[in-house]
Structure formats: C-alpha cells, structure tokens
C-alpha cells in the first residue's frame, strides 16, 4: 500500500468514509482536529515502526547494502518510509504524547542503519530529524555526534545538509546572548572527536570549529586553542589544514570586513588629511601654467601618500581591533617549542615545511620568545637560489626582536649579507638582501657595525631603483636609531645626533599619554604670543612721558592685531575638497600705522586706545595668575586626546610637504621625518615575501610582452595610410573631389586639353636655359 494514500480499509475501524486521503491533505486536517484523527495516526505509526523495524534487521544480518539485496531495492519502500517519517516530524508539535519516543527512535535509526540507507532516503530522514531540531524538540547536544557522522559519509548533498544545519543551529543558539553552558558541552564534544585519530571525523570537526570561530560564534581562548593544538595531530592533512588557517586568518579577516561594510561606514572612515593653505594658493595661483600643473599634481602626490600611511598605520598599528588565533596561546612557548621539534623531524614535502616554518616565525614575533636554534636552522637555507627564499627572510625577519639576544641572530644577519649583498650579486638580490637587513636592524640595531654599514650605504649610488631605495631607506633608519654610525654628509639634520640603541634588556617606561608633548608645544607658542603683547603693552606705559601720537597709533595697532588674531583664530581650519587646509601657515599681517587728520579723531583714537590697554593689561595680569597657580591636574579630557589626534595630523602634513618640496624643510629639530614605530607594534607587523620585494621590476618572458603589445594595441586605433582614412571620411566629399567629378561640355573639354597642351610646349622649350636678366641698352 503507497504511503502517500489511506485505503477505506484502514479506515473502516474508525467509521469514515470509503474516499481516499493523501498524507498532505491527512497532514493539514491533523493540524486543524488533533483528537479527531488519532486512529490515523497510530496506524501511520505502526507503519513505520514495521518499516523501521525490517530495514534494522536486514542492516543486523550484514548486508554490505539495502539497496543491493533488501527491501531497499524497491524505490518505492524507501519512499513510503521516508514520506512517513517526514510526516510523522511535521505533525509531532500536535500529538506530544502519541509521538513522545518518535525523536529517539528517529535518531536511533539514522545513527545504527544511516551507512547502509540509500541515499535519497538517508537525506529525507535527515531533513526529519532537521525539522524536529528547528521546532526545538530535540536538542543540538544530542544530536550533534550523528550529525558529525553523518558528515563523513561520501554522500555531498548530506555532507553540506549536515555542515550548514551544525552551522546555522550554534549562530542561532548564541544570537540573542551566550550560552556558555550549551556551548561548553558542544565543544566538548567537537574537540574529543579533533583529537580523535580517525581523519574523516577529525577533519570535519576541524572544519567546523574553524568556521565557528571565523563568524565569531566561537570566538574565545579555548577554540583557539584547539585550532593551535591541531598543528600535532598524528595525520598530515590535519595538520595542514591547521596551519592554512593560522596563516590565512588575517586575509580571512580582511575580506569578511570589506564584504561586511557598507558605503556609508566607507564614507565615515575616510581618512582626513590636513594640507597647509600655503600649499594650496602656491599650486593655484603662484608660478606659471606649467608649474602650477607641476605643484598641483606634487600637491596631489602628498596627499595620496599620506592617506596611504593612514591606511597602513590604522590596519597594522590598531592593537585594538587585530586578532589572531596565536595571540590566545596559553603556553606560547610549548607550543612554538613542540612545532619546532616535529619541524625538524617531519619528511614532509617543502611546501609544508614553509607552512611550519612561518607559523614558528609568528608565533615567535608575537610573544616574543626565545627560541634560539631556530635561527641556526634558518641560516641553513638562506641562499639566494633557495626556492621561495623570500617568504623564507619574511620570516626570519618576523622571528627577530628585541627580546633576543644579537649574539644568537648575528650569524644569520652576516650570511644575508655576505650571500645576498655584494657585486657579483643580481640586482633583485641585492634589493632584497637590504631590505631584510633593514627591518632585521629596525628590531636589533645592536646587529649593525659601522664598517657594514658605510659598506651597504655606497649602494645609495646604484642605477637600479629597487637598489638604491632600499640603501636610502637604511640610511633614514640609522638617522634617528643610531646617527654616529653614518658619515657625516649621510646623517643630513638628525633629531638626536646623541641618539643610540638601546642596549640588551633596556625597556623605556612611558611616563605620559603619547602626544601629550604636542599639546604643551602648542601652549608655548599661545603664551610666547602672549608674551610678546605683553612686552609691547610694558613699551606702551613706560612711553607715556614721550608724544601722545605715537602712544596712540602703536595701541591702535595693537588693537589691529588682536581684531585680525581673533578673525584668524575663529576660522583656523578651512575644508577644499575633502581636506582641511591649516590657515596658520598663511603668514601673519601687519598692521600699518594710522595717521589722524583732525584733532576730534585723535581724541576718539586715544579713548579707544585707553579702553583696549587696560583690557590687555588685565588679560596679562590673568595669564600670570593662571602661570602661578596651575590649573590642570594631568587628566586629559576627551577634547584633549581629539585635539593630539588633530595635531600629529597636521605634524604628519607638514613632514610629507617637507619631504616633497613643497614646504621648506623647518629649523625645528622636532620636526622628525623617519617614525621608528615601537617594539609592541613590530611584533604585531606581519612581513610577507611582496614587501621585501619592493620596487623590483622581474624581467617578462616573451609570451608577456608579446600580451602587453596586444593589450596597448586594442586600446589604440588602427594603423592605416592617409589615403585609406582619406576614403573612409565622412561627412560629404571635398571641392577638388567634386570638380573631377563634373560633366563639363565639350568645348570646355577640348579648350583645357589644348591649354595644358602648350603649357608643356612652353615648360618644354624653356627647360634647359637660364634666364639672366635683361641686357642692358648701348
């Protein structure tokens, strides 16, 4: 009998009619009369116990398939139960009594026969058991194993049911709020089933407590611990797939923040960037057509670098927002230790060597720890053919810190030097070769000698671009870390010129807020004016014995001066197409000396000026009341910290104009243009193969020339002559082109031929003589 139809004999119990009912009409009359139809139910029921019951036994006797040689041949079997099963799960909320064992024997049954169902009923049965999780019946906790089960068998459409419903069931348990009871014992169960060594089940749960942790769902210690601990697993691919993600986190991470954010918190985040004024009217208004398209496009340069560095420096510097599985490492040490041992043990193929490798390196850097015969194992491939020799410096680099002592790093930093920098050395070589030693020397500068480095300065000279940028960046590097070690036309204007490293162990306590010192240099420049107003408020009293006139026009020109402060001070800040513009830089006006012509405006001018130095002398007397009696009591207030952010804009502005030409290079040795960033912030900088290889042109194989010929060639027209854009132009045909084509009479044609005629004649005769003049009459 189908499962889909109840016969009248079935029927004839309960006293209804001879028609027939499919499940889903019988399924909707359930839901609207629960108690008028139980009879069906039960029978329904039994049904399915018989159905369940026979595939159990035939999966008890050691069928290798139901399918093969069981009732499951017949499609229609397995049909009819899984049409029962999902009718039983849609009408289970109705009939909690009557249906109270069905989730158990449902789930009974997936987990002992669910290797030998056939497949499209395995997959209904599963969307059964799905139905009832969704309705809460059934808890995820005690289905969680089955599903994790389910998820190793070789069906794809189970697979990806099984993964996304684990998936989905967790996020919607941790929506509203966290349940960290529920969420224990779900990691319980996931992280037994990691250390397990079957490697299907291993993989599966490795995958889903990545994936869990990728959406922040398991975003804590412990699953991050896991993660880490995976790296030991007896089975490679584990192991594998533990390491890709360590390394990938971070791109993960990126491309999940650029899909999430939408244009509006593009547009909030924008980064500000502030340009003097002078700057701008120079670019607009100073020079000729040519240089102001110069200054205009230097100007717009500047400004594309600086929001670079912004962007850079928001990304990399912000502890706040960065995050990685090995920063929640309870035991950094065992665990770089561990992964150190089985790295120098494993026969595993390079690729996967290089995975270990940059996973020690970072860990290392990121807790800085002390992992000495890492170092040696590392020189032992750095060679310029080595294969993938970059991402092999990245991270010897990324392993280097304060922490560690030179000794133990020097004899690496010497075979980079001898084996990548020299002249018999490529070009790309050499590049890189000074750009490991510059960042290995912007964590241990200690490493550097003076005699190395007036050696690798020389390079500053080369023709190659990538050679000479990476000699000038070191040259910048030791003119604020070290500037004793350069020659002196190397060391330019430094900001310290006693600056030196600090030595071995030294740690700088910070003893204020960073920037706090911008605030205090803009209170000198405040009272320094003052000052000077005051001075010349002092010079106006003591001359009051001298002329009336000249007391006068020096107060009303005073008085000038503040009037033309207080316009500039209100508007210090100007905004130019998406960027403010500092006034300040503008220069000062001066005030010019009033003349009076009558006597009444002398006496005017002098009660105005009376007026305004007993205001001045008042404000200087408060200016030295405050001086005395300090206010501030070393709290910055939140105006405070936006006013620091303000100004290192404007200071970053300032050194960039500097650094392009734009703005003349300032007397102030605090004006600094090289920022060593600090230990904290190295150890979160994550170097890569690319930035090493920066400004390196590779040479192109010919199948990529000829492409980028190809490429330039579309985007331009086609070669043709003259005379076949001539044929192709449109727009009418030109007046010597209609002439030809004109039917003239016969007359004009025989006169032009007869004309032309003795124009050659004429051209004929007189082609070989000279013509002399004419002679003279006797």
Known sequence: MPATEITADALSASGRTSEKLSLPTLQSKMKCDPEGYETELNLIYSQFKSSVELFQQQAALNFTSVVSGGVGSDPTVAKDLGDRAMFLAHVTPFYPNQLLNYPKELVEFLRSSARVLPSSLRVTVTQALILLLNRKIVAIKETLALFMELQVLTDKPLKELAFSHIIHSIKRMNQKHKNETENRALQSILFSMLQEEDEKKAMRSLVTICDLHRRKVWFDDRTANAICRACFHPSSRIMIAALSFLLDYEKIEQDNDSDESSDEEEAIQQHHVVVSKEAIYKANNTGTTSSKKK????????????????????????????????????????????????????????????????????????????????????????????????NLLAAAVQACHDMVPPDAVEPLFKQIVNQFVHDKSRTESIAVGLNVVREICLRIPLLMTEDLLQDLVLYKKSHEKAVSSAARSLISLFREICPSLLIKKDRGRPTDPKAKPKAFGEVTVPSDVPGAELLLDEDDDVSNASDE????????????????????????????????????????EEEVDGMSIDSRGSEKRKGQKRKFEDFDGELDGANQSLRALKRLAGARLESEATTEEPTTDGILSNEDFQRIKELKAKKDAKVALTNHGILKKSSDPKSTVFKVPTSDQLSLKRVDGYSLEANIRKKMTKEERKALIKAGREDGEKYQSRAATKQKKTGGLSNQQ?????????????????????????????????????????
């Open 738 to 778: 209609k002439e030809h084509k004109k039917a003239m009479p016969l007359a004009a044609k025989r006169s032009k031929i007869e004309r032309s005629r003795r124009q050659k004649k004429l051209k004929a005769k007189t082609a070989g003589k000279q013509f002399r003049g004419r002679k003279a009459w006797k």
């Open 295 to 390: 200054k205009k496009a230097k100007l717009q340069r500047v400004i594309r670098s600086m929001k670079k560095k912004q962007r850079i420096s928001s990304e990399r510097n912000d502890n706040l927002n960065y995050y990685s599985p090995l920063n929640a490492l309870t035991d950094a040490q065992g665990f770089a230790e561990k992964l150190f041992s089985r790295l120098q043990t494993c026969s595993e193929r390079f690729e996967i060597k290089m995975m270990m490798v940059k996973v020690v390196a970072r860990t290392v850097g990121l807790h800085r720890l002390i992992l000495l015969n890492f170092y040696p194992f590392l020189q032992k491939y750095v060679q310029p053919h080595q294969r993938d020799v970059t």
């Open 533 to 572: 107003d005051g001075e010349s408020i002092d010079a106006d009293i003591s001359t009051q014995g001298g002329s009336e006139s000249e007391e006068e026009e020096e107060v009303d020109d005073d008085e000038e001066m503040g009037s033309e402060e207080d316009e500039v001070s209100d508007d210090d």
